[in-house]
């Protein structure tokens, strides 16, 4: 079954001082290490969504498989809608969505998710005392959460409304879910 990758680049990180894409983040920009995680747990193909600074980060970040959000300055759930657009004419059965500021989300994290992958599923890594990413989007909710996704609010509240169908795979002991949203908590980890 062919699961597909889907990196969230697109924002200009107003917080952050710069686009997230492009922070470093062990030698090399954040979206590099995001499609990487992708890749390194066996996804069959990752889409990177990109918007502000796009000529940037694909410079920084050549060779990868890239669309861009247009409507990028209205929050991540366009660019979950552009993704997941992207993947409509693929054959995968499910996304694996990965958020570009979260580089504690691990291969084996990935790996666990997409373990669980179907058209109907959905499924997300659990943390102590909260669900978190990696997230799995089966392809029979892609246009309810497409729909439904508003702001920077992505495909939370379409996986809160569907709360009875969510796997939560536990993941802690492989991952973290840190959001990357100050430049110094960057520098602390990279």
């Not at 990935?110 to 959905?122: E, G, H, I, K």
């Not at 659990?126 to 990413?133: L, W």
């Not at 997230?135 to 809160?160: E, F, I, K, S």
Request: aromatic content about 4%; charged content about 20%.
């Amino acid at each position: 079954m062919e699961i597909a990758g889907l990196v969230l680049a697109a924002g200009a990180g107003c917080r952050f001082g710069m686009p997230k894409a492009l922070a470093p983040w062990r030698g090399r920009p954040l979206v590099a290490h995001a499609a990487e995680t992708s890749r390194a747990a066996g996804l069959s193909r990752t889409v990177v969504v990109v918007g502000a600074a796009a000529d940037r980060v694909r410079a920084a970040a050549p060779g990868l498989d890239y669309v861009e959000n247009p409507d990028w300055e209205t929050g991540m759930a366009s660019s979950l809608r552009a993704g997941l657009a992207a993947l409509a004419d693929s054959s995968a059965a499910a996304a694996v969505v990965l958020l570009v500021d979260m580089p504690g989300v691990t291969p084996a994290a990935v790996r666990r998710v997409a373990a669980l992958a179907s058209p109907t599923a959905l499924v997300a890594g659990g943390y102590p005392g909260r669900r978190g990413h990696p997230v799995l989007l089966g392809r029979d909710h892609w246009a309810g959460v497409a729909r439904g996704a508003t702001g920077d609010r992505g495909a939370r509240d379409y996986l809160r409304a569907h709360a009875a169908e969510v796997h939560v795979v536990p993941v802690a002991d492989v991952a973290d879910d840190l959001d990357l949203d100050v430049p110094s908590t960057v520098g602390d980890r990279a």
